[in-house]
């Protein structure tokens, strides 16, 4: 069996058992969770009660549940390097826990730089913390002199729904937003570095004509973006994926992205109008020897409605599978990097596809004793899928 026909055969097996369900919250739907790193199988989750959960994979009960806020939280992370502390943002506050202190556990640090609900907050190697929020603003703050450090605007003409750090660059943040918006910024100067913008591509009239099965039409926001960490595969790629509100997941090169323009080759616009006409054929089949993205949706069996969340496998050789979650009730697992740098997507493999029921609002992955995909819908329970 090759080595593609392996790393396919476990996952698949897994689509066929049901999942283990996680139960912690007290209602409405869990909407985050986050793997640990420093202590493997355990996952904390947040929801719209207000809780946070912290499950061990090897039982089905919750370590702890801490009430931490009367609102929904919408995202919760750990702080890099020491685990003990946890942030979550709810409503435009960002709050920060001890976990140690169990349930008794006040909050430790309150920032209320965001005039909006925040959507997702980040937090660096560095100590700086990024809040977007439905304004479209991203907020950077100091949470060593706990102090706001930098607000980043005007890039995003609507809601920023997504945000991270890119950790081979220190100084270097990327947002998505619902105006079908990818920025990448310096924050140390409140400046953005690129823009790509989804909303510029429209389908095909064929296609259009045709009647697809399955092809969604929705606008191309930004759902979500996962930053690949550094080193995946053997150092060979430094990619983020974008979670699109047209059912489609796209891998970008963010060196290429934000090399100086004159490394680049052909200009910019040039580049663009290729990448354009591979995108109206929704195929991937653009210029992606200079361009180097991937582009995957519905005629590859992805998604046939707007994706809601991505991110790269911490399980088996990492950083080799993308997961990608929508809202079709489906959970996709693509082996993507063999296509990266090929003219078509041809080499890219869906290598599992789940049928989760309801819709997914975040997911992760944590490996033990065996891989592990935890989802986030739009249910009360944490569901485990797992496979070896």
């Known amino acids: 069996m090759s080595e593609t026909e392996s790393a396919a055969a476990a996952p698949v097996a897994a689509a066929e058992s049901k999942p283990r369900r996680l139960r912690g919250h007290k209602k409405g739907a869990v909407t985050c969770c986050v793997a640990s790193s420093a202590r493997p199988g355990v996952v904390a989750s947040s929801g719209e009660d207000g809780c946070l959960c912290w499950f061990d994979l090897r039982t089905k009960d919750a370590l702890l549940t801490m009430e931490a806020a009367n609102k929904p939280i ?15 943002s709810a409503g435009n ?4 826990f001890d976990v140690r202190m169990g349930t008794q556990s006040k909050p430790l640090e309150t920032y209320n730089y965001n005039r909006d609900e925040i959507n997702q907050i980040a937090v660096s190697s560095k100590g700086f913390l990024a809040a977007a929020d439905d304004s479209g603003d991203v907020k950077i703050v100091n949470t060593i002199q706990k102090c706001l450090y930098k607000r980043l605007r005007e890039a995003h003409t609507s809601i920023c729904s997504s945000v991270q750090f ?3 660059r220190p100084w270097t943040a990327i947002t998505g937003g619902l105006d079908s918006k990818l920025a990448a910024w310096d924050f140390s100067k409140g400046r953005t570095l690129f823009s790509i913008d989804y909303g510029t591509s429209l389908p095909s009239i064929e296609h259009l004509s045709s009647g697809s099965a399955g092809q969604c039409f929705n606008p191309a926001f930004v759902h979500s973006v996962a930053v690949s960490e550094e080193g995946i595969l053997g150092g060979l790629y430094k990619v983020c994926a974008v979670a ?13 992205e934000l090399a100086p323009a004159k490394s680049k080759g052909p200009p910019r616009a040039a580049i663009l109008t290729t990448r354009s ?7 991937g089949s653009c210029n992606q020897s200079r361009a180097k993205r991937i582009h995957l949706d519905y005629t590859m069996g992805g998604h046939t409605a707007a994706v809601s969340c991505v991110a790269f496998s911490a399980f088996g050789e990492k950083g080799k599978f993308l997961i990608s979650g929508g809202n079709d009730a489906s959970v996709k697992l693509w082996d993507w990097s063999k296509g990266f740098y090929s003219e078509t997507n041809s080499k890219v493999d869906l290598v599992l596809d789940i049928d989760v029921k309801k819709k997914v609002n975040w997911l992760c992955t944590a490996p033990t004793d065996s891989d592990n995909l935890i989802v986030c819908d739009t249910s009360k329970v944490v569901k485990v899928y797992s496979f070896r």
């Open 244 to 256: 699109r509100g047209d059912g489609a997941v796209d891998v970008v090169d963010l060196e290429y």
């Open 93 to 96: 506050e960002i709050l920060s």
């Open 277 to 283: 006409k591979g995108a109206e054929l929704g195929d």
């Open 74 to 88: 919408s995202s919760i992370c750990f702080k890099p390097g020491n685990e003990d502390f946890v942030y979550i």
């Open 166 to 168: 890119i950790p081979w």
